[in-house]
């Protein structure tokens, strides 16, 4: 499917996503407070300023910075917003459910559009953009989570806060050089180790990508790994290009802090006024990014987008979700590569140990060898074709020559320590024989 149908289909979908109430976990169906010491997703610890939430969709124990609100309709035509993790979110984007949730036919569709906007005009206060709201967003990636004004990421022009880095001109370009990370040969060790780098397209980082794209209202949206001379997308909605130099990319200055950078207007900023990406084609005006960190506090990454128009305000607590999500789906894949690598490494392990056995049992002369080569002589002779053991019986067959042969080889050994301890104690009576033929010389 091409990438953009396959992008509104999904962005279609999304939008049209009401829970059904059988997708709804009972409290009584909830992992207990007790068993989690720490975040499910993003592995944090909680504490006083990292609350538990639980998952209404799988029941699991999360933080509020992995859950996003969405709608769910518990009854016929009455709809509450449930927490969900953005796990759930995410396989809930991949499969989704077969049938609509009952009230959600054609009939009723003007109707939830119209609770959508509703909602959206609720929530003003909060919206996580304020230009170019066109009402399309779905209202439960708009909204936070939690009713508290500290859940709610909102920028402005006087909130952005300036960069607290020296700025270097020198190089002959009118940009200055992305900054110099005091532990950048370790942070790309960690990045080698996720083993991410030009790997295909997958559809989780798909997701995510489009989930950022909608949610922060903007045509550009990438999931990306910072490398020692580029930025390499994993996953993008929007552009062509695989990767950029380093020396060009907004990420570049994100990576110096693990908070998300903003940029509401890329003219107006004098680390990015004169940046080719804002000055050619491209346009580039405004600008949010969600630095990738690992368990280690390393940063190998970014979830940011980008739009050819510049911002008086935006929300950027969504994008701090998906670069969690994104940071557990790096952690997950490399698990999953490792147990596949030592399966394989076990595997082949057995193959050899297996291929000395035969060989070593094709050297010691056995009765079962003798006969099973007799048989198939005699009957060769019969002019009958006889087929050949079952993989069962072979395997059985060489299980017991190889425990025949481990059982010689601990006879073998067993006989080798008797004799060495007959030849020791033989050495030591040799031994007080000297000493007594010394000793009665000594005497003369």
């Known amino acids: 499917m091409p990438r953009d149908s396959r992008t509104d289909m999904l962005m279609a979908r999304n939008m049209n996503d009401v829970l059904s109430a059988d997708q709804i976990k009972n409290n009584t169906e909830w992992v207990p407070d007790n068993e989690r010491s720490r975040c499910n997703l993003c592995t944090r610890n909680f504490g006083s300023f990292r609350r538990k939430h639980h998952c209404r969709m799988c029941g699991e124990v999360v933080c509020n910075a992995c859950l996003l609100r969405k709608w769910a309709e518990v009854q ?14 995410l396989n809930n984007a991949k499969n989704p459910p077969t049938q609509q949730p009952k009230g959600l036919g054609h009939a009723n569709q003007g109707q939830a559009q119209s609770f959508r906007s509703t909602r959206i005009m609720s929530d003003k206060s909060t919206t996580r953009y304020s230009s170019r709201d ?84 903007c045509p550009i949206a990438v999931v990306s790994l910072m490398d020692q001379d580029r930025q390499w997308f994993k996953a993008n909605v929007g552009l062509a290009q695989s990767d950029i130099p380093r020396n060009v990319s907004f990420c570049a200055h994100t990576i110096v802090s693990k908070e998300t950078m903003v940029v509401l207007d890329a003219k107006k900023d004098k680390r990015f ?38 911002r008086n305000t935006c929300d950027i607590t969504t994008l ?17 590569l490792a147990a596949d690598a030592e399966g394989q490494f076990r595997t ?5 140990a297996t291929a000395q056995s035969i060989e070593a049992n094709a050297l010691v002369p056995s009765a079962n060898l003798a006969a099973q080569e007799l048989v198939v002589q005699n ?32 006879t073998q050994q067993g006989a080798m320590f008797q004799t060495l301890g007959q030849h020791t104690a033989q050495i030591d009576k040799l031994a007080d024989a000297v000493k007594r033929m010394e000793a009665k010389l000594d005497n003369i």
């Open 134 to 217: 066109d009402g399309t967003t779905p209202s439960h990636l708009q909204s936070p989570v939690g009713s508290s004004a500290g859940d709610v990421h909102q920028y402005t022009e006087r909130d952005v806060p300036t960069y607290d880095y020296p700025l270097d001109f020198s190089w002959g370009y009118p940009w200055p050089k992305p900054p110099v990370l005091p532990n950048e040969a370790e942070r790309l060790q960690v990045l080698r180790s996720f083993n991410i780098l030009d790997t295909p397209r997958e559809d989780t980082f798909e997701i995510i990508c489009d989930l950022a794209s909608k949610a922060m209202n």
């Open 348 to 352: 082949s392990t057995i193959a050899a």
């Open 273 to 310: 006024a004169k940046n080719p990406l804002v000055t050619g084609a491209a346009s580039i005006r405004f600008y949010a990014g969600s630095p990738i960190v690992t368990p280690s506090g390393h940063i190998i990454g970014t979830v940011f987008v980008f739009d050819t128009e510049p």
């Open 379 to 410: 009957n060769v002779g019969d002019g009958q074709v006889v087929a050949g053991p079952k993989l069962e019986t072979m395997l059985m067959d060489l299980l017991c020559r190889t425990t025949e042969t481990q059982q010689q080889l601990a």
């Open 76 to 89: 016929r035509g009455s709809r509450i917003e449930v927490k969900v993790c953005m796990t759930c979110i």
């Open 320 to 336: 701090e979700k998906l670069s969690n999500v994104a940071m557990k789906h790096l952690e997950d894949r490399r698990n999953t």
